[in-house]
C-alpha cells in the first residue's frame, strides 16, 4: 500500500489494521475529515498515544471544541446534550471529574468485582441455556449483547421487570448505523426519563445498589446533583454495555479463526488452570479490541503530538487499534498469542481516563469465553467470514452478527 489507504469505508471496517500500519509509518499524526463532516487528528503510534491519552492539554470537555459541531451533536453520544446528560466522566475534567470518578470507582473496586462473579456466571449460563440445544445461535443478540446489559442492569440496582426495556433502549443505541434516524437521541431520551423516575425510587426505598450509592453519596454531602446521577448511571450503561458486547464478540471470532490459540486455551481450561484466559483476554483486546479510536479529545493550548504541532481548539482522536499494533511496541504485533506477557496494551485507555469497570469488563469477558469454550467445545463460525458485517460508528468496533454451529446438547 503505496498511497494513502482510505479511511472509514465499509472495506475499511472489515480490516483497518493495513491502513493504520500505513498511518503508523507515513502520517502519525494525520488530520481527516471524518464521515460527519467534522476535522479531526488521528494518532497511531503508541508512544504518541499514551502521550496524548495522558496530556492534560487535551480536554474531554466538548466546551473546548472551536467549532460549533457539537453542538449539531457530530461528536460524543447522540442526544445526550439534549437530555442533559453531559455531566459524565467522559466529558468533563478535573477536578469535576475527579470528584465524580471517586464517587462511582468504589462499585468497581476488584473485592465488589469478585463478589459479583457467582452473578456474572450464572447469567452466562442461563443465556447459554436458551440456546445449546438448537445446535446453532447468533453470538451477538443471545449472548454478547444481553450477558453486559444483564449485568449492568444488576449492578445500578434496575429492577428485573425493566430490565427488558432497558435491553431495547439499549439496542437502538448499538445499532447506530443500522437503525432509524434519530432512534439513538431517542432512546437517551427515554432512558433519561426512566433514570430520573428509578433515582426518585431508589431515595424512598434505597437498596445495596450503584443508584442508591450514589444518592447516599450525593445526600451526605458530596454534592451529586440529580442531572450528575442520572448522568452517571447512563454512561456506566453506555460505556459498560457496547464495550463488552465487542470484547466477547470480537474475542471469541478471533479464537474462531485462530483455531490453534483456541486448542490451546481450551487444553489449558480443562486442566482447571486460569492463566492462560487471563493472559489471552488481554491479547485479544490488544489484537481486535472494543474500542477503536478514544472517545474525542480537544486541545486547550496549542501543543505538539508526534512532531506534529496541533493548534487550540482541535479534536483529537487517539486510535487505539493503531497503537495496539505498533512494531515498535508490541513483538510480532498482527500475531495473536494468547499467552503474550509484555502487554501493556491500550484497550482500556491511560492516564485519568482509564476505563473505571476494567475489572468487570475482564470478568465478564473470562467468564464468557470460557464457558462458551467449555459448554461448546466444537463452536465453529457458520458461513463465510466475508459475509460478516461490522457496525458503522466512528468509536467502537464491533461485529452486527456472528453466526455460529456447535453440536447440540446440555453440558
Known amino acids: 500500500m503505496t498511497d494513502q489507504p482510505e479511511l472509514f469505508t465499509w472495506e475499511f471496517a472489515t480490516d483497518p489494521y493495513p491502513a493504520y500500519a500505513w498511518l503508523r509509518e507515513h502520517a502519525p499524526v494525520h488530520r481527516t475529515r471524518l464521515p460527519s463532516g467534522v476535522e479531526a487528528w488521528l494518532v497511531t503510534r503508541y508512544a504518541d498515544a499514551k502521550q496524548a491519552l495522558a496530556d492534560q492539554r487535551l480536554s474531554k ?120 434516524r434519530g432512534g439513538v437521541a431517542r432512546s437517551v431520551k427515554k432512558m433519561r426519563g426512566y433514570l430520573a423516575e428509578l433515582i426518585h425510587r431508589k431515595r424512598e426505598d434505597p437498596g445495596d445498589d450503584l443508584i442508591s450509592g450514589l444518592i447516599r453519596a ?30 466477547i464478540g470480537n474475542g471469541v471470532y478471533a479464537l474462531l479463526r485462530h483455531p490453534e490459540q483456541r486448542e490451546r486455551l481450551q487444553a489449558s481450561l480443562a486442566a482447571g488452570e486460569s492463566a492462560l484466559l487471563e493472559t489471552g483476554v488481554e491479547e485479544l483486546l490488544r489484537y481486535d479490541g472494543p474500542v477503536e ?76 469465553i470460557a464457558t462458551l469454550l467449555r459448554r461448546m467445545p466444537d463452536l465453529r463460525l457458520a458461513g463465510d467470514p466475508a459475509d460478516l458485517r461490522w457496525r458503522g460508528g466512528l468509536i467502537m468496533r464491533g461485529l452486527r452478527s456472528l453466526p455460529v454451529e456447535f453440536t447440540p446438547g446440555r453440558s
Request: with cysteine; proline share 7%; glycine share 8%.
Open 61 to 180: 470537555n466538548p466546551a473546548h471544541h472551536d467549532e460549533p459541531a457539537h453542538a449539531k451533536g457530530k461528536t460524543g453520544i447522540p442526544g445526550e446534550r439534549k437530555a442533559e446528560l453531559m455531566t459524565h466522566l467522559l466529558n468533563i475534567d478535573p477536578p469535576d471529574h475527579t470528584r465524580l470518578r471517586r464517587l462511582v470507582s468504589k462499585a468497581f473496586t476488584p473485592r465488589r468485582v469478585a463478589e459479583f462473579a457467582p452473578r456474572v456466571q450464572q447469567l452466562t449460563d442461563q443465556l447459554i441455556d436458551g440456546f445449546v440445544e438448537k445446535g446453532e445461535a447468533d453470538l451477538i443478540h443471545e449472548f454478547a449483547f444481553p450477558l453486559p446489559i444483564y449485568a449492568i442492569c444488576d449492578l445500578l440496582g434496575v429492577p428485573p421487570e425493566d430490565q427488558d426495556d432497558f435491553r431495547d433502549w439499549a439496542g437502538m443505541m448499538i445499532r447506530h448505523g443500522g437503525g432509524p
Open 293 to 368: 479510536l478514544a472517545t474525542w479529545r480537544f486541545a486547550t493550548e496549542s501543543l505538539v503530538i508526534g512532531g506534529q504541532e496541533i493548534a487550540t481548539g482541535d479534536p483529537v482522536l487517539v486510535v487505539l487499534a493503531a497503537a495496539d499494533r505498533d512494531p515498535e511496541r508490541f513483538t510480532d504485533p498482527d500475531a495473536l498469542d494468547l499467552s503474550r506477557r509484555d502487554n501493556q496494551h491500550l484497550g482500556y485507555g491511560h492516564g485519568i481516563h482509564y476505563c473505571l469497570g476494567a475489572p468487570l469488563a475482564r470478568l465478564e469477558g473470562q467468564t464468557a
Open 218 to 247: 450525593s445526600d451526605h454531602g458530596e454534592h451529586l446533583t440529580e442531572n450528575e446521577a442520572a448522568a452517571m448511571a447512563f454512561i456506566l450503561l453506555f460505556a459498560g454495555f457496547e464495550t463488552t458486547v465487542n470484547l
